[in-house]
């Protein structure tokens, strides 16, 4: 559902407006288990290893003795690496009640290591934010452009004065796929009835011949 404002091409919407009953909107939220968290890396966090406690379950994003500042200025850069490919849909960004809630999220797919230098170039999307407090707000993605990622860098430029940008909380929404050499297991992190609804084996065409 709209809001009536742009979002830098994205729309944004309320979790609570989505489809399935609350129960359930944890697992739509539930990419952060396909993140690789040892190598992930938030670039001018305040405190070592403070970024990696943003991606939490859904149902913790208000626990807020968890969350990141930035250090130097009010940019931060998570370089997010996930475990297989990744089909990506949404986004929420969850802050703190003042100005240093980030104000603009620039997103870029495939870039490992990537730097603030690296932040001159193109994002393959960028949005401008709400501030979000509760973890309500979706910022959905254009897909045809994060169809496969296997690395997510979400660039936070801007906050709306602060010195520093403070964060609680990032949602990801989306499909998740590891790829094997007999099938392929795909997890779809939205309304799921059941988890092995989504397991696809792929089968050679000689195999129907074997008796």
Request: hydrophobic share 30%; charged share 30%; glycine share 8%.
């Given at each position: 559902?709209?809001?009536?404002?742009?979002?830098?091409?994205?729309?944004?919407?309320?979790?609570?407006?989505?489809?399935e009953?609350?129960?359930?909107?944890?697992?739509?939220?539930?990419?952060?288990?396909?993140?690789?968290?040892?190598?992930?890396?938030?670039?001018?966090?305040?405190?070592?290893?403070?970024?990696?406690?943003?991606?939490?379950?859904?149902?913790?994003r208000?626990?807020?003795?968890?969350?990141?500042?930035?250090?130097?200025?009010?940019?931060?850069?998570?370089?997010?690496?996930?475990?297989?490919?990744?089909?990506?849909?949404?986004?929420?960004?969850?802050?703190?009640?003042?100005d240093?809630?980030?104000?603009?999220?620039?997103?870029?797919?495939?870039?490992?290591?990537?730097?603030?230098?690296?932040?001159?170039?193109?994002?393959d999307?960028?949005?401008?934010?709400?501030?979000?407090?509760?973890?309500?707000?979706?910022?959905?993605?254009?897909?045809?452009?994060?169809?496969?990622?296997?690395?997510?860098?979400?660039?936070?430029?801007?906050?709306?004065?602060?010195?520093?940008?403070?964060?609680?909380?990032?949602?990801?929404?989306?499909?998740?796929?590891?790829?094997?050499?007999?099938?392929?297991?795909?997890?779809?992190y939205?309304?799921?009835?059941?988890?092995?609804?989504h397991?696809?084996?792929?089968?050679?065409?000689?195999?129907?011949?074997?008796?």
């Amino acid at each position: 559902m709209s809001h009536g404002h742009s979002h830098g091409g994205g729309g944004c919407r309320c979790a609570a407006e989505r489809e399935e009953p609350p129960e359930q909107r944890g697992l739509a939220y539930g990419l952060y288990l396909r993140i690789d968290l040892e190598r992930l890396q938030c670039l001018n966090e305040s405190r070592e290893g403070s970024g990696r406690g943003v991606f939490k379950p859904w149902e913790e994003r208000t626990d807020r003795s968890k969350f990141v500042e930035s250090d130097a200025d009010e940019e931060l850069l998570f370089n997010i690496p996930f475990t297989g490919n990744v089909k990506l849909k949404g986004i929420i960004i969850m802050g703190e009640d003042d100005d240093s809630h980030p104000s603009e999220m620039r997103l870029y797919k495939n870039i490992p290591q990537m730097s603030f230098d690296d932040t001159e170039r193109e994002p393959d999307q960028t949005f401008s934010l709400n501030p979000d407090v509760t973890g309500e707000l979706e910022y959905a993605t254009k897909i045809s452009r994060f169809s496969n990622v296997y690395h997510l860098s979400i660039h936070i430029s801007k906050n709306f004065g602060a010195d520093t940008t403070k964060v609680f909380y990032i949602g990801l929404r989306g499909e998740w796929t590891e790829l094997r050499r007999h099938e392929v297991t795909i997890c779809n992190y939205e309304a799921s009835a059941n988890p092995a609804d989504h397991r696809v084996h792929q089968v050679t065409p000689q195999t129907h011949f074997i008796s």
